[in-house]
């Protein structure tokens, strides 16, 4: 059966998701290979070594869970529609694996992880932080709830991780925090 061409998207999209199953053990390049279709040669016409190839799919992973999300928030105009939309994003989607979970592990053993999941966290909670300001919320409270909100939600998605919600219980999840953290 001949090989297919696995383009570098396809190894990067590849490796987030056997690294969100399992973190750096599940990038054997041979078994990636298989579940690919093609052969292991082509991973090397992408990437240097294996440590390049971790980079790009830490960097990869940190555009599509951070930069689009705010992106995607920063169409609306009004800071509570913005603020709406990125709770949405942020609570109404589990099953996404447990990447920020390898990524610390991974963070432990190399400091430049440690590096980029600090500018990731940071980059969440000041986002959040300037939307609750622009809402009209005091700096420091804006700061206080920010990290309040980041790290519950860190818990939450730890809890709720492998079930799939109902639109409807997302919503009102996202009212609960409306209620308690946002408004007052």
Same mark, same amino acid.
């Given at each position: 059966?001949?090989?297919?061409?696995?383009?570098?998207?396809?190894?990067?999209?590849?490796?987030?998701?056997?690294?969100?199953?399992?973190? /750096?053990?599940?990038?054997?390049?041979? @078994?990636m290979?298989?579940?690919?279709?093609?052969? @292991?040669?082509?991973?090397?016409?992408?990437?240097n070594?294996?440590?390049?190839?971790?980079?790009?799919?830490?960097?990869?992973?940190? +555009?599509?869970?951070?930069?689009?999300?705010?992106?995607?928030?920063?169409?609306?105009?009004?800071?509570?529609?913005?603020?709406?939309?990125?709770?949405?994003?942020?609570?109404? @989607?589990?099953?996404?694996?447990?990447?920020?979970?390898?990524?610390?592990?991974?963070s432990?053993?190399?400091?430049?992880?440690?590096?980029?999941?600090?500018?990731?966290?940071?980059?969440?909670?000041?986002?959040? @932080?300037?939307?609750?300001?622009?809402?009209?919320?005091?700096?420091?409270?804006?700061?206080?709830?920010?990290?309040?909100?980041?790290?519950?939600?860190?818990?939450?998605?730890?809890?709720?991780?492998q079930?799939?919600?109902?639109? +409807?219980? /997302?919503?009102r999840?996202i009212?609960?925090?409306?209620?308690?953290?946002?408004?007052?």
């Amino acid at each position: 059966m001949p090989k297919i061409i696995v383009t570098e998207e396809q190894w990067i999209q590849k490796g987030i998701e056997r690294f969100e199953q399992g973190g /750096i053990d599940q990038l054997v390049v041979e @078994k990636m290979a298989v579940a690919l279709g093609c052969s @292991k040669s082509s991973f090397y016409w992408y990437f240097n070594n294996r440590s390049s190839y971790i980079r790009q799919i830490v960097e990869t992973w940190k +555009e599509q869970t951070t930069q689009q999300i705010i992106a995607a928030s920063i169409i609306h105009a009004a800071a509570d529609e913005r603020i709406r939309e990125l709770l949405t994003q942020m609570f109404g @989607k589990t099953k996404r694996g447990d990447f920020l979970f390898y990524l610390r592990k991974l963070s432990l053993k190399d400091g430049s992880y440690h590096s980029l999941l600090n500018e990731v966290e940071q980059m969440r909670m000041e986002f959040m @932080k300037q939307l609750l300001i622009q809402k009209g919320m005091q700096p420091e409270k804006a700061f206080q709830r920010s990290w309040m909100l980041y790290h519950y939600y860190l818990g939450w998605y730890e809890r709720h991780k492998q079930e799939t919600l109902s639109d +409807e219980a /997302i919503q009102r999840h996202i009212h609960m925090i409306w209620t308690e953290w946002i408004s007052n």
